[in-house]
């Protein structure tokens, strides 16, 4: 990994779409702060092209693609996409996402109040279209990543999916995952070609569940909080920056900015 500011104009300026997760990518302990909302306006007026890739629920991403300034949100890990178009709230469902009343995560709720008691079903889970999230750092007290891989190894023994998140181990039964999502809806919407414009793509996250998209890009960015997670890595982003969480994102963001300017 390289600092952020080791970017080239060239490469700056190739990009068009910027793609972000959100929990301590966006957000500093919880919170959205006015720097990392900032830089998304700062972006956007750029004529960049935002897209937030996220694990949050079906409920919060009909807000986010509504009220930020972002051209399409992918939300429950890539079981959806939403986006505003002329005033009109639109929809992608993955085709093989399934909904969460199903009886296989019925039973996998069921196995983890048996044998991991401790964890608990995320606050925002009637939010949920298609998964189940457990939380076991988002709120006090913080259970160790120990108990999110046993949340995770018994789900995926149930035959569904599993990935853990900063906050959350989420749960779902349809083939997708983050990047597939995002690269169907940037091909369908915005006719982007897969292979021969990966460097219009910049994607920035955080943690190991954003492991596929550091792997798939060529232009990749964390911000500092990722350090904490390096025994856990197997792709790392290209390029870090120095701050944590929404203040590291608004530092990329002003590099990339910035660079563009001058090229
Ligand atoms: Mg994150």
Redesign the pocket.
């Known amino acids: 990994m390289n600092l952020i500011n080791t970017i080239t104009r060239a490469e700056a300026h190739d990009i068009r779409f910027i793609l972000m ?5 966006l957000t500093t302990k919880g919170k959205l702060s006015a720097g990392a909302y900032q830089a998304l306006w700062d972006l956007k007026r750029a004529g960049l092209k935002l897209i937030p890739i ?2 949050r629920p079906g409920g919060w991403c009909d807000l986010i693609a509504r009220e930020w300034p972002v051209d399409g949100v992918v939300g429950e890990n890539g079981a959806f996409v939403f986006w505003e178009e002329h005033g009109v709230r639109k929809e992608l469902f993955h085709p093989s996402a399934v909904p969460n009343d199903h009886p296989i995560l019925k039973h996998i709720r069921e196995q983890l109040s048996t044998y991991v008691p401790q964890v608990r079903i995320a606050k925002d889970q009637f939010a949920r279209l298609f998964d189940y999230a457990f939380d076991f750092a988002e709120e006090e007290p913080k259970l160790p990543l120990s108990v999110a891989e046993q949340v995770r190894d018994i789900a995926l023994s149930c035959g569904a999916q599993a990935k853990i ?3 959350h181990v989420n749960v779902w039964l349809g083939q997708y995952d983050k990047r597939s999502t995002a690269e169907l809806f940037l091909s369908e919407h915005f006719g982007w070609r897969a292979g021969i414009e990966d460097r219009a793509i910049f994607f920035v ?3 190991p ?2 492991e596929p998209l550091f792997e798939r890009f060529p232009l990749t960015a964390a911000v500092a ?1 990722i350090t904490q997670y390096h025994h856990y890595m197997h792709a790392y982003p290209r390029f870090i920056a120095g701050m944590e969480g929404g203040e590291g994102f608004a530092e990329i963001a002003a590099v990339l900015l910035n660079t563009r300017r001058n090229a």
């Open positions: 997760d959100i929990d301590d990518t996220t694990g998140s900063s906050i996250g955080d943690s569940n954003d909080t």
